[in-house]
């Protein structure tokens, strides 16, 4: 990325500079249009230059003082210019004890299945150069094949599938496609967010447990074929 030769926080008014002061009180020295991109980087999950366009060009031409202003907060600015996806995380502090400002979600069975499913779609599309789009029906089809055979309670798991989807659209990870009610592009930050080798370890994870719990199946009815 090619900065600028000036650093920006250089050309910034002072604080006694009324320039940037855009309400009554307020002591800050961003534009307004930078001021927003961190807004955006803080309230997450992500910063899409496709759909943030002013808001990315303010980023980038920008990007040392929002760095420098993150850092303050123990954060890090992780930028992929090819996705146009930016979004923070926690910085790596060492033995520093640092606060944790990042909410933090706790991701139930189903929830990682489904992150699992929409990774391997967003890496299908992509290789095919494609945008990622899913539709409900594909989604329960495919978390369908984890529900455990001896489960009575098929509307059950099904709301389990839906508040899920729910869930990963607030997080702006699935988005809702203009004038469909059931279909779904998938964001190109879920590559940032999980790696290749996440992915990878996760799905042997689960590999792992279904071939626990069909072993198990399998053991248990012969068990009980010899007792007759």
């Given at each position: 990325m090619s900065l600028p030769e000036n650093?920006?926080?250089?050309?910034?008014?002072?604080?006694?500079?009324?320039t940037n002061?855009?309400?009554y009180g307020d002591m800050g020295e961003l534009p307004l249009d930078t001021r927003r991109a961190l807004a955006q980087l803080l309230s997450g999950p992500s910063l899409d230059g496709r759909r943030h366009t002013k808001l990315w060009i303010a980023l980038l031409r920008d990007e040392n003082i929002i760095r420098r202003r993150l850092g303050d907060l123990f954060l890090d600015l992780v930028i992929d210019q090819n996705m146009q996806i930016a979004f923070t995380r926690q910085a790596d502090t060492g033995e520093i004890e640092a606060?944790?400002?990042?909410?933090?979600?706790?991701?139930t069975f189903i929830d990682s299945v489904l992150l699992l499913f929409l990774r391997r779609q967003l890496a299908q599309a992509?290789?095919?150069?494609?945008?990622?789009?899913?539709?409900?029906?594909?989604?329960?089809e495919n978390l369908a094949?984890?529900?455990?055979?001896?489960?009575?309670?098929k509307a059950g798991f099904e709301k389990k599938i839906l508040a899920s989807i729910e869930k990963i659209k607030d997080r702006s990870i699935l988005r809702k496609i203009h004038a469909s009610n059931d279909r779904f592009e998938v964001s190109p930050a879920l590559k940032l967010l999980f790696?290749?080798?996440?992915?990878?370890e996760l799905a042997e994870?689960?590999?792992?447990?279904?071939?626990?719990?069909?072993?198990?199946?399998?053991?248990?009815?012969?068990?009980k074929g010899d007792e007759s």
């Amino acid at each position: 990325m090619s900065l600028p030769e000036n650093d920006p926080e250089e050309n910034i008014p002072s604080t006694g500079d009324a320039t940037n002061h855009l309400f009554y009180g307020d002591m800050g020295e961003l534009p307004l249009d930078t001021r927003r991109a961190l807004a955006q980087l803080l309230s997450g999950p992500s910063l899409d230059g496709r759909r943030h366009t002013k808001l990315w060009i303010a980023l980038l031409r920008d990007e040392n003082i929002i760095r420098r202003r993150l850092g303050d907060l123990f954060l890090d600015l992780v930028i992929d210019q090819n996705m146009q996806i930016a979004f923070t995380r926690q910085a790596d502090t060492g033995e520093i004890e640092a606060p944790q400002l990042l909410r933090r979600y706790t991701l139930t069975f189903i929830d990682s299945v489904l992150l699992l499913f929409l990774r391997r779609q967003l890496a299908q599309a992509e290789a095919r150069g494609e945008r990622a789009v899913v539709s409900k029906e594909e989604i329960m089809e495919n978390l369908a094949l984890y529900e455990r055979a001896e489960n009575t309670d098929k509307a059950g798991f099904e709301k389990k599938i839906l508040a899920s989807i729910e869930k990963i659209k607030d997080r702006s990870i699935l988005r809702k496609i203009h004038a469909s009610n059931d279909r779904f592009e998938v964001s190109p930050a879920l590559k940032l967010l999980f790696s290749a080798e996440e992915i990878s370890e996760l799905a042997e994870l689960y590999r792992r447990m279904a071939h626990v719990e069909s072993t198990f199946e399998e053991g248990f009815y012969a068990d009980k074929g010899d007792e007759s």
